[in-house]
């Protein structure tokens, strides 16, 4: 919404039509190449603005929150002439403005069971690439879900998972026989999970109104994304609470679980994200193994934190334990045996005690 026209790149390219019936498709996802830009857009602000409403009806506890926010934002997008209208005087405007105004929309199903291919290196490729790409998408979704449900035991499983994978992998296998995108969970079912959702009820009628939307097609789609994206932002903030179980003590951990929140808005992608965070993380133990043959200690074990070998940058392995009393000078340093110390002191106070009173009691008794 705050991007100007002139800095977007479409995600999603026009459609062959647009060249033959001059019919087009105008996608609304693109990515913006402004730097260093300022927020002067009105769709920003009203994007920021619903936000802020949505954060304040879940703060009061209310299931409408998500309703409530989207809607008014909707709402004051659509008239045309504003500064935030979702119908501008454009070519896009124009054609998104018509398509509203049909409000009931049923299109031919003429693709079903028409996108088979006999190139079966090319299908391999595909399968191997969604596999993967899917397989990570949804663990990281389900998992995101489930544990803003707080419905994860101690090993990081959660109930009937066995069920959600296989009716993810279904889905996406059917969709591809009917021509469509892989049919998988999305991030955006966390705003239901806000709201209250709990059991597989609510997935039942969400799916009542997604067919209901199949006939109500201009108006779903003419809700602008600034009306929607607050509402995302929310959800992301709420489900971000996880990331104190992060252990930021241990680097490789911290390192990794960054990468992986930071990639995925920058990539647009969830599997990307956790890809990146994966990868970086097997690298980051992969080289602390390694270094563990040599006899380097791989950071935070038991060996670096309170054993007697220590590794310095720029210098060499050292051995407490070889001349000089090095094991005392190393306890010194570090601190060890103070608590002893101090006890044994103690201890000879103790026993420096009674003789003095031994002393002092002699004289009396003479």
């Not at 992969?286 to 220590?310: E, N």
Request: charged fraction near 15%; proline fraction near 5%.
């Amino acid at each position: 919404g705050g991007c100007p026209e002139d800095r977007r790149t479409p995600i999603v390219a026009y459609d062959d039509a647009c060249a033959n019936d001059g019919i087009c498709v105008f996608s609304d996802a693109y990515t913006c190449d402004v730097l260093g830009g300022i927020m002067q857009s009105g769709t920003t602000w009203i994007g920021i603005l619903g936000m802020i409403i949505i954060a304040i009806f879940l703060a009061y506890k209310s299931h409408l929150a998500f309703v409530f926010g989207i809607g008014l934002v909707t709402i004051i997008s659509w008239p045309r002439g504003t500064a935030v209208t979702y119908f501008p005087d454009t070519l896009a405007g124009d054609a998104r403005f018509d398509y509203f105004k049909q409000v009931v929309d049923i299109q031919p199903v003429n693709m079903l069971l028409a996108q088979f291919t006999s190139d079966l290196a090319g299908a391999g490729l595909a399968l191997f690439t969604m596999l993967y790409v899917d397989f990570l998408d949804t663990s990281g979704t389900l998992l995101g879900l489930a544990n803003a449900m707080g419905v994860i035991d101690e090993e990081g499983n959660f109930p009937k998972s066995r069920w959600a994978f296989s009716a993810d992998a279904l889905a996406t296998m059917f969709g591809s026989i009917f021509g469509l995108s892989p049919v998988t969970s999305y991030i955006e079912s966390g705003s239901g999970v806000e709201a209250g959702a709990k059991t597989g009820l609510t997935a039942v009628i969400c799916s009542f109104f997604f067919f209901i939307s199949i006939f109500f097609a201009p108006i779903i789609a003419s809700i602008p994304p600034w009306a929607t994206g607050g509402a995302l932002v929310v959800v992301g903030a709420m489900m971000g609470r996880s990331l104190a179980k992060l252990d930021w003590n241990n680097v490789s951990h911290a390192v990794s679980g960054f990468v992986t929140v930071i990639l995925m808005p920058l990539t647009y992608s969830i599997a990307y994200g956790l890809i990146g965070g994966i990868f970086v993380y097997l690298v980051m133990e992969g080289t602390f193994h390694l270094l563990s043959f040599v006899g380097i200690p791989k950071p935070g074990s038991k060996k670096d934190d309170k054993g007697p070998a220590r590794m310095a940058i720029g210098k060499s392995i050292i051995n407490p334990q070889g001349d000089g009393g090095g094991l005392g000078e190393y306890a010194a340093e570090e601190g060890v045996g103070n608590d002893a110390g101090e006890n044994a002191d103690d201890g000879e106070d103790d026993k420096e005690a009674p003789m003095a009173d031994e002393e002092e009691a002699t004289p009396d008794d003479k």
